[in-house]
């Protein structure tokens, strides 16, 4: 069973999505825990407060009494912070709908602080009357206070405890994904890396290896079709299956009149050092190449154009573009994905190659043969400035100067 690229990295594409949401969820729950705690902290800073404020002593009421009510504004203003700090409670407002029951639990505990507030406020009064019904009421408050703390931070552990649990499953959901996700796309990888070493590996015969991927068999079955368009062999290069000399003069004279109003680039590539390469390797291999290239070459090639073997190395392409600078770009184009492809040696490592151009927008009152001819002095300009480049009519004027 053949393998879809694009179906594969749409689905990638999909689990990705999926995951990066259950990330997103353990996010927020990872802020849910920020704030669980930040409440804990603040319920036992309010038994701190009140073990203060109760522990004053009436020895010196005038400072015990500044003291009381910093402390219990202090307390009021701890509260307050709680109901802020709710509203960060993604988990308690919208998965467990507890907005009703933890409101209901901040307006008894400010109840109970007011009432206890108001009950130390009587207790640390000048007056001396009824002190045992006063300090008994501050105890009594005191104690509801406390109680109610203490309930809501057993509330919170028990509401923690779910928490965790729904966090446990996130997470392990997101493991679990994670994991499929690598060891059932590493296999598949694997069939698309081979399926496109396949493509440039110019010592292996696509018809022995089996392509698993759609896409890569629809570029192999173009690598191994004709590209010439001339059916007689004699206009065909033997080596490339692409034009040769003859036929490109076919071919140009048969699309010279459906260029309309564009203007016609024609550059002459060579091979950078092809006769060291094809001194080191054998002949099987440096066919391949030229072979390679000149597909490289097809794939940039539009109705209008003329590609062609004219020499041992050299190519020539003709280009009809609505703008000269759009055929240069072209010709780039060609000569950089050259430069990038590697080229394998049967059992050996894999050489980069090059390949320089003489590139000239093509004169009405010129012939073919006369542009071809200027085109390869021009070649000759790249060649002698450092390969790799293709030079223009202006690059070789300026040698002249």
Known sequence: MKLSIKKVLNNLTLLFTILTILLGLIAFSAVSEYTSFEKITNLQNQ???????????????????????????????????????????????????????????????????????????????????????????????????????????????????????????????AFILSLGMALWYARRFSFIYKDIQSLYAVDLDLSTYEIATYEVEAIAKRMNRKVATSEN?????????????????????????????????????????????DKRYPKEFTQSVLK?????????????????????????????????????????????????TGFKVPRAETLSLSVSGGYIVKPNNKTLDEAIAQAREILLTAQESGRNRIAQLRDHAEKFR
């Open 47 to 173: 038994k701190k407060l009140i073990n203060i404020v109760s522990t004053l002593g009436r020895e010196d009421l005038e400072l015990s009494s500044i003291q009381y009510r910093g402390k219990s504004t202090t307390l009021h203003n701890e509260i307050a912070k709680l109901h802020k700090l709710f509203s960060y409670d993604v988990q308690g407002r919208f998965i467990y709908n507890q907005t009703q029951s933890y409101n209901n639990e901040l307006d008894d505990l400010k109840a109970y602080a007011t009432l206890y507030t108001d009950s130390v406020g009587e207790w640390y009064d000048e007056s001396e009357e009824n002190l045992d019904a006063r300090e008994k009421a501050m105890i009594s408050a005191q104690v509801r206070l406390i109680n109610q703390i203490d309930a809501m931070i057993e509330q919170n552990i028990a509401y923690e405890h779910d928490k965790f649990i729904l966090q446990e499953i996130l997470i392990y959901l």
């Open 233 to 277: 062999p004699a206009m065909i290069d033997p080596v490339t299956q692409i034009n040769n000399y003859k036929g490109m003069i076919h071919a140009y004279g048969s699309k010279k009149n459906t260029k309309d109003a564009n203007f016609t680039g024609l550059c002459v590539f060579e091979v950078d050092h092809f006769k060291e390469l």
């Open 292 to 340: 390679k290239i000149a597909f490289m070459m097809t794939l940039h090639e539009q109705p209008s154009d003329v590609i062609a073997r004219i020499d041992y190395c050299q190519f020539i392409v003709i280009l009809s573009r609505p703008s000269k600078e759009l055929a240069l770009k072209d010709c780039e184009t060609i000569r950089k994905s050259v430069e990038e």
